[in-house]
Every structure is written in C-alpha cells, then in structure tokens.
C-alpha cells in the first residue's frame, strides 16, 4: 500500500539522502523533478534562502534548517553539532567532568526529519480539505528543545537543572543507571515503576539469587516499588549488586537466558550484529535491493468496496481539524502521537482507567506533584495536551455501551499495548473495522505486530540499545553513554505514526479505503542508523567517534568560562577551520575558556563560523530568542499546578496555524463524552456510573 503513490518530490539543497525524503519515497512518492508541478517541495536551506524559487500554490513546501525560517538567528550557521547544543540535548549526553558528546550519527537532524513528515502528511491533509498548499516549517533546535521536557519541567517547578549523567537515566528526582558492563559488553536495563515493570524486576531479582550472588532487591514488593522516590542510598546498594551480577553474564545469556526469564534487558548491539538480527529478517525489514532498510512502517489496507467518508469541517484551527480520533494510548510513544494529532486541530478522546493509569500520571518528579494523584503530573499535562478524558473499565462488558458509538465516530484509533492485547479486548484492527470499514489504526510497539519479538516489551532505551544507537554514542576510549534525560525511540515514533495517520486519512479520502499502520521503534531506530549498517555491509566495523562527524571537516565541544559551560563549534570545510584559528589562534580551548560561551556563540556567527552554546533550560527558557520567537513554550492554566510552559509541537504552518489546549483530568470528560459523542442520556450515565464503568 502506497499512500503517495502518484506524488512528486522536488529536493533542494542537500535533502536528496536525508531520511525525509526516504520516509517520503517509502510511501510511493516520487524523488525527482523540477519545484513546477512538484505535489512536494523539501529543502535544508530556509524561506528566506530561496530567492527567487517560486513553489507553486497548491505544493506542500516543507523547510528544515538549524534554526528554523525568520527570527533573530534564522540565520546563523549550524549543523547536528551546534543544533544539538542550542537544544539542550548535547548538555545532558555523557560524564559531567568530560566534555558533553554528540549521539550517534546525526540523531537531531533525523528526528527534525520525521516532525517535518508528520507537518508535510497534516498539510497534504488539508490541501484535499480546501485545495491549497502551505509552507511548513522545522527548526532542528526547537526540535532538540522539544525532547527536553523533563529538563525544562524540573526547571520552571523547581529551578533545578539536570546533568550529564553517563550511562543512567534522569527522571527528574531520581538517577537510574540504565547501561551496565558485561563480560564481553553491554547491556541496556532499568527497574521500571508499578504493575510494568513489577515482573521483569522480580525476574531479575530471581536470577540473582539462583546465581548465589548478593541481592538487597529480595523481598521487595514490586507493585508499590516508584523509581522516583525510592530513597538514593538503596539505589545505590541495589545498583551495586545489579553491576556485580551483570559483570558475570555475557552478551549471549543475556540475549538467551535473560531473554527467556523476562528481565528486560537487552545486549547493546553493533551495526553488525543489527543486519543479522532474526526479528528484522523475519520481517523482511532488509529485503530490499541494496539490503538497506526502507521501511519506515507498515500498511496494511483496509475492505474495499467503502463509500469515501465525507470531510469533515472541525471547529478547532490547524491542518487536522475534523478528525475524530479514539486514544487507547498509555505510555509515551502513543501520548505523543495524540498530542501531535490533537494540537494540530483533531478531536481526541482519551480513554484511559484507573486501574491502569498513564505512566506519565505516576511519576512524582517534581515537588508540585504527589504520589496517588492522577491530576498533578506536569509530564502528564505537557504529553497530553489537546485532549478530552474518558475513564472506562473496558473489562465490564457495559463499557461497549460507550466504547461501540465511539468506533462510529472515530476515523483513528491510536493504541500502544503489547500486540495481541487489543485482540484480547475485541478492540483489533479486524474486529474494529467490521463495525468501522474506513478506519484508520496506528498500533505503535518497540518490535512491531509480527515477527519472533512481538510479544515482547521494552521502553526508550531498548530500541536505542538494538539498532547499534548506544553502542555508537560516547568517546573512543570509555563506555558508551546516552542521553539520560531526554528519550529517542519514544519522541521519533509517535511523528512517524502521525505522518502515517495523515498520510492514510487523505488516501481514504481519495480511495474510501483505511489501513492498519505498524510503526516500531526498534526499525525507526535502525533507519537512523542507516549509515552505519551501510559501512558494516562494507566490512567496516564502526566505533563512537565522540563529537566528530563524517563529512563535517572539524567540530568539538570546547570549554567556555563558569562552572560547566561548554560551546559546540563545527569548521565544514579548510577555509571554515582557517577562519576559526585566526580568531582563536590554534589552541582553540584556551580561546574559549577564557570567554563566556553567548559572547563566543555571537563573535564566531558574526563572522559565519557555526558555534553554538550547549545550552541548559534555563538559557533555553529564560534567555534563547529564536526559541521564543518560534513560541517554543505555550503557556497554558492547569487547575492545580497553575500557569507554566508547555513544550509546543515543533513546527509551523503558513496556512493552518494550530492552538493546543491544556491535558485533561483523570475522566474529567466523561459525561460529555457520554452524552455529546454517544448519545446516551443523563439517567443511563448516571446508571453505568453506579456500576462503576467511569473507574
């Protein structure tokens, strides 16, 4: 199923190999061809680089740059390196008393690539609504700012800053280590918090003791186990023990043993090891000419023979306005997939339970927020914004007295359960579309709907740690490290899936004909790693490079005067590098150290040199005017946690500009729900109130 078959691609610039214009070829589009007549227009240069280039006025014109078109520093001159930087994320990836270190390849750049996706999908949505095109644009920065909400969340609540933290994960009040040494490598494993997480950490817990090894985890109960405040002195004893035991296994009883008793840890794979994987081949994820992947995710057509449904006319602004959309989604990656279609104007209803709350609704990481209230989260209310709430036990079979008008409704239903739990529920793609035929479901997952693995779970780190992500991340000479505050997998799906949903909605538009859309992590992943299984097909054995990049001529993160103040700068050619030294002269750091890094970051782009500071949140926040220019923050009224920042979807539409609203309370909708959507009157709501289907 090819969504845009018969479309045509003009590339300007350098996007020809950039992972847009896969994702676009991928689904059927054309790369090729003059901007006159083009249905798309993709370009790395800017609004205002273009002169007199003239996209037509029916063309979907998509822009992605360092800096995103207008504002003050439109026009500075940046790559992965200094976009990095200047959206926080290169702050918190490494070893505080080190130098921060770039992630693997060029990470920003390709989750910059899938937002402008889901923009360029949502515009060519509402080119078939009212016939004309648009521009929408990406800024690389803003979008690195946009992984960051936990840094910026913990800043505006309680002014702290987070760090580097090596090979751990930052939660905010707590430090997770998640990378642990092996006898031949590594592995990627954490202790997840509540009914998740409770058997893969009893597993391990049980394999510890058979092994005979010390184990302080024996005896915890694991369903009121909280990751955020589990004091830091047991953690610090339990991830002692955890290290020891680990240093006994190898890369293989991880991948077997560890595997068979569900602990949840997964061995840090290489390129090599990546193209030999037997869920990816069982997929047929590298059957392609080249033995390269092009699949960014799956389609799956939906009967034939459907009247196309009419447009809808919605009364919210943005390029998705009218879509109706059902969110069975529970944890990050379908969260962000429904903030994304809901901010860009579809109605959402999110159906959720308190007997299965959102994880986002659990974690206590800041000092606003209390354990066992659902309302008080701010990384819940920033995930979901846009949203109505409806809390539904879809076990009691009164349930479907709601569930039933809104798969009528709906013509999207996004969920990210285990494959197979929708079928357990009478909720899978087949059975919704015998009541639905025109439907569109998306079913985001770490391995996908089919394969050896896909019954298995794993969480952010999991897809960074197989596709060779981690294994690539860090400097030469020590342990690989991650990004430990800011997620990958969870942030880079949820675009594919909204590309894919507007994608599809347009082709039922046009065809009558939905689709089940199968996006996983773990091959959204691999496709950032492209590259490198490129050189492991070439018998090369690719190994972290620390900040350098290839085809960047010199780049390095250099020491800035103050406390942990870096600047990231990137020479692209010789003459770039000469320009450079005759400022700095050869011994750039001392240059730098001696300097405050904005007045660095403002000489070296004054003269065309690209720098960057590697910003916190708090200059991101308090003091970035690109960011606040492009309105990176909205602020929006919770009624508990007050007026704050809440990071906005990262792009922008000449057309159809979009307005989020604040995130719902646990259930806050459903009478309106029941009444407005299902039509059902007040004394039957109140009836199935009694017999507790709103629990």
């Not at 040494?181 to 997480?197: I, K, N």
């Not at 991948?255 to 090599?272: D, F, K, M, Q, T």
């Not at 939906?302 to 006319?313: C, F, I, L, Q």
Request: proline share 6%.
């Amino acid at each position: 199923m090819k969504v845009l078959a018969g479309h045509r691609v003009a590339v300007l610039g350098g996007m020809a190999e950039r992972p847009l214009a896969r994702f676009l070829a991928s689904l059927g589009a054309e790369i090729s061809g003059p901007v006159e007549g083009a249905s798309f227009v993709i370009d790395d240069l800017g609004r205002e680089a273009l002169g007199d280039v003239q996209v037509g006025e029916d063309a979907v014109h998509v822009s992605v740059t360092p800096f995103g078109s207008g504002g003050p520093r439109s026009h500075w001159r940046g790559g992965e390196l200094v976009a990095s930087a200047m959206g926080g994320v290169l702050r918190v990836t490494g070893e505080m008393g080190l130098a921060p270190v770039k992630e693997a390849l060029d990470a920003c750049t390709f989750h910059a690539d899938m937002v402008a996706a889901s923009g360029a999908m949502a515009a060519h949505f509402a080119r078939g609504a009212h016939g004309k095109g648009q521009h929408v644009d990406v800024s690389i920065q803003q979008v690195a700012f946009s992984r960051n909400f936990n840094g910026v969340l913990v800043w505006q609540f309680d002014r702290r800053k987070l760090v580097r933290v090596g090979g751990a994960l930052a939660y905010g009040k707590a430090t997770v280590k998640a990378i642990w040494q092996l006898a031949d490598g590594w592995c990627f494993h954490s202790l997840m918090t509540g009914r998740l997480g409770a058997p893969a950490n009893q597993a391990l817990s049980d394999w510890m003791d058979e092994a005979g090894v010390p184990n302080p985890l024996a005896g915890t109960d694991w369903l009121s186990y909280n990751r955020s405040t589990l004091p830091a002195q047991t953690r610090a004893l339990w991830e002692a023990a955890i290290a020891a035991f680990f240093l006994t296994r190898t890369k293989a009883e991880m991948a077997s043993e560890g595997h068979r008793r569900g602990i949840n840890a997964c061995v840090v794979n290489e390129p090599a090891d990546v193209l030999a994987d037997t869920h990816l081949a069982a997929r047929g994820f590298f059957d392609t000419p080249d033995g390269l992947p092009e699949r960014f995710a799956g389609f799956r057509e939906g009967p034939a023979g459907v009247p196309a449904p009419a447009v809808h006319t919605g009364t919210r602004p943005g390029p998705l306005s009218g879509v109706k959309v059902l969110d069975f989604a529970w944890a990050l990656v379908g969260s962000i997939t429904t903030k994304t279609l809901g901010d860009l104007g579809a109605e959402v209803v999110k159906v959720e339970s308190r007997t299965r709350p959102d994880l986002a609704r659990l974690d206590v990481q800041v000092s606003a927020s209390q354990p066992g209230n659902w309302d008080d989260k701010p990384w819940f209310s920033h995930l979901n914004t846009s949203k109505r709430s409806l809390s539904l036990d879809m076990k009691n079979p009164l349930s479907h007295e709601l569930l039933d008008p809104l798969i009528d409704w709906a013509d999207v239903v996004v969920e990210n359960f285990s494959p197979g739990t929708m079928k357990k529920l009478g909720l899978d793609y087949d059975a919704l579309t015998a009541r639905n035929p025109g439907l569109v479901m998306v079913s985001g997952s770490v391995f996908g709907q089919t394969g050896p693995m896909a019954q298995e779970w794993g969480v952010d780190g999991t897809g960074g740690a197989l596709s060779g992500r981690t294994y690539l991340t860090g400097y030469p000479d020590r342990d690989p490290v991650i990004p430990g505050a800011v997620p990958y997998g969870d942030v880079i799906v949820p675009y594919v899936m909204a590309a894919g949903v507007a994608a599809a909605l347009q082709h039922r538009r046009e065809t009558g004909r939905g689709c089940h859309i199968d996006a996983t992590m773990y091959e959204i992943c691999v496709q950032q790693m492209r590259p490198s299984l490129a050189a492991a097909k070439a018998g090369q054995r690719p190994q972290r490079s620390g900040n350098a990049a290839e085809g960047v001529y010199f780049q390095g993160v250099f020491p800035a005067s103050g406390d942990d103040r870096w600047v990231a700068i990137s020479a692209f050619s010789p003459t770039d590098k000469d320009a450079l030294v005759a400022i700095t002269g050869e011994d750039i750091a001392a240059w730098t150290s001696a300097r405050e890094d904005h007045a660095i970051a403002a000489e070296l782009q004054a003269v065309g040199i690209a720098c960057g500071v590697v910003q916190d949140a708090e200059d991101m926040i308090e003091g970035d005017p690109q960011l606040a220019a492009r309105e990176a923050l909205v602020m929006l009224e919770h009624p508990l946690l007050g007026t704050f920042g809440h990071i906005a979807s990262p792009m922008q539409f000449s057309r159809d500009g979009f307005r989020p609203f604040r995130a719902p309370g646990m259930g806050e909708h459903h009478e309106e729900i029941a009444r407005q959507i299902c039509g059902i009157p007040d004394e039957r709501i109140a009836q199935l109130a009694q017999a507790g289907v709103f629990k």
